[in-house]
């Protein structure tokens, strides 16, 4: 009988600071910018833009040398604390059950995200792991377009031509699934990866591993502020003031049906998984002064590790947030 596949779910972080507006109407209709239509088309876009912004970011931090990453130059700070602890966790359940398990990996909001290639390349992935990267159409054609058209990321994801299917809704392989989808339907979401070949045997997620990047504190007054900022781009945290402490989102994730749930701010990232000699290292990259208003920041940001082990079979009893060894590659079959 076939194992039962382990399955990861994490959001991709997105940059979230202050950037132009866009335009009241994007489609040249002339309609009112103060419809429903209108009103919901410069919300998506902002949010789209919002991955824009990530790509720079990160690039930015990979050109100053904060950590490898051979492939996001083809697609365009604090974002290494956060990108840090996701690939963490990553690494370990990649590791857990050994490399014949089979796993799934879904990101959503994936972006320019480029942690499949980065995985690819390190050995990670082997034919027992499916990628899943969930998005705006807009974005996804994007992305499709920059793998398709890059001979080191294509090599990546196919061998050959054939290995390769672009339709209307994304870039399908046997083992990189790029979809689009509607996150904010649910409906749509099952649709589209049930489609693409999200195991259905693994459709409960009896095994699995979630990982998000929250805000928190929204009631301080650098909470105010960052949440004015973010309105300002027309982009809305709804379920910030639902969720608005540690306590509180480890509390709802719970009440969700997860078996477990880890959340530290990001405080605890870089003090506890980070380590002296890595914050040293970032140092020496850049200089760094503004220390209080770092950890001020960092305190209202927190990752959240939400797992479920429906056999009781204790797969996930080692994984946490602030292991600051990563395990080995595993040895792929």
Request: with cysteine.
């Amino acid at each position: 009988m076939e194992k039962p596949s382990l399955t990861f779910s994490f959001a991709a972080p997105k940059r979230t600071t202050q950037r132009r507006q866009p335009p009241a109407s994007h489609d040249g209709s002339g309609a009112d910018p103060r419809s429903p239509a209108a009103k919901a088309m410069a919300e998506d876009i902002a949010v789209m833009l919002t991955n824009d912004d990530a790509a720079v970011s990160k690039l930015s931090a990979v050109r100053l040398g904060y950590w490898r990453d051979n492939f996001l130059h083809h697609f365009v700070r604090g974002y290494y604390t956060r990108v840090a602890a996701i690939h963490n966790v990553l690494r370990q359940f990649l590791a857990a059950g050994g490399s014949d398990t089979p796993k799934q990996v879904v990101c959503l909001g994936a972006g320019f995200d480029t942690t499949y290639f980065q995985k690819k390349s390190e050995g990670w992935l082997g034919d027992n792991v499916v990628f899943y990267e969930l998005d705006f159409g807009e974005v996804v054609k994007r992305k499709s377009n920059i793998i398709t058209t890059c001979r080191e990321l294509h090599e990546l994801i196919a061998h050959n031509e054939a290995g390769i299917r672009v339709t209307e809704e994304g870039l399908h392989t046997k083992n990189y699934h790029l979809i689009t989808a509607d996150l904010r339907s649910i409906e749509n979401v099952d649709k589209v990866l049930t489609t693409a070949g999200l195991e259905r045997w693994a459709a409960t997620f009896e095994k699995a591993v979630f990982v998000t990047y929250e805000q928190i504190l929204p009631d301080d007054a650098f909470g105010r502020m960052m949440l004015k900022n973010l309105e300002e781009r027309n982009v809305h945290l709804h379920g910030l003031h639902a969720r608005p402490s540690i306590e509180t989102q480890r509390s709802a994730y719970l009440a969700l049906g997860w078996d477990e749930a880890q959340v530290v701010d990001m405080n605890a990232i870089s003090d506890r998984l980070l380590g002296r000699d890595e914050l040293a290292r970032l140092n020496r990259i850049e200089m760094f002064d503004e220390v209080e208003e770092w950890r001020l920041t960092q305190a209202h940001y927190c990752i959240v590790l939400a797992t479920t082990d429906a056999s009781k079979s204790g797969i996930w009893a080692d994984l946490s947030l602030i292991q600051p060894t990563p395990p080995a590659v595993p040895t792929q079959q």
